[in-house]
Structures are given as structure tokens and as C-alpha cells.
């Protein structure tokens, strides 16, 4: 069975700092191109950043640019969001995905096979 499993979330004050790990089982996601999505309450998910299955490229939203770094080390099968100088704006439920196919990172969520059930993160002001 194909699992991502995100952790890391938690209450952070504006300014602090979290790092999110998703760690993925059931497949080699090493190929994969691997991303961070985000959904605050009454909002769409939007895109926070995604990489390249070799960790060369990465992209990330204008929003967490500079603040946020995604990475991955595919001998564990895990991605990480290291995300510093939280705003109370960052809150939101964070999922990690999966797209088998692009050979590249992209934002839209509809690319992407693989979605794991998101941690919380609150960032009070």
C-alpha cells in the first residue's frame, strides 16, 4: 500500500521556525517529483513548493520564497520543509504529494498521484 506520511506540524510563534518531514513506503518515490501543497480553513489548497526527483531543481510559491526550503534524501524515501520566519498567514494543513510523471517540478495539484493525509500548522501572532 502507497503511504506518505507527513509529521513535524505543531503551534509555533510568528517568527519561528518548523521542519515538516513526509516519509513515503509502498514504492520507491525516488523518481518522483515531490511536493509541499497547503490549505487554510475556507480556502483552496495552493501550492508551497516542489522538487525534482534529484533535488537539482526546486520551485517554490512567492509567497514562502526565502523563507521556506524543500528538500528530499531518496535513500530514506522522505521529503522535508524546513519553513523559518513563520507568519501567522503560513497556518494551514500541509500535505505532501507525489507525481510519478513530470520530469519536473510543477503547481498544479491535479498533477499529482500521491497525497498523504497532511499535518497542522498554527503560527500565532
Known amino acids: 500500500q502507497v503511504q506518505l506520511v507527513e509529521s513535524g506540524g505543531g503551534l509555533v510563534q510568528a517568527g519561528g521556525s518548523l521542519r515538516l518531514s513526509c516519509a513515503a513506503s509502498?514504492?520507491?518515490?525516488?523518481?518522483?517529483?515531490m511536493g509541499w501543497f497547503r490549505q487554510a480553513p475556507g480556502k483552496e489548497r495552493e501550492f508551497v513548493a516542489a522538487?525534482?526527483?534529484?533535488?537539482?531543481?526546486?520551485y517554490y510559491a512567492d509567497s514562502v520564497e526565502g523563507r521556506f526550503t524543500i528538500s528530499r534524501d531518496n535513500a530514506k524515501n522522505t521529503v522535508y520543509l524546513q519553513m523559518n520566519s513563520l507568519k501567522p498567514e503560513d497556518t494551514a494543513v500541509y500535505y505532501c504529494a507525489a507525481d510519478r510523471h513530470a520530469p519536473l517540478p510543477t503547481i498544479s495539484a491535479n498533477e499529482y498521484d500521491y497525497w498523504g493525509q497532511g499535518t497542522q500548522v498554527t503560527v500565532s501572532s
Open positions: 522538487i525534482s526527483w534529484s533535488g537539482s531543481s526546486t
Open positions: 509502498g514504492r520507491t518515490f525516488r523518481r518522483d517529483v
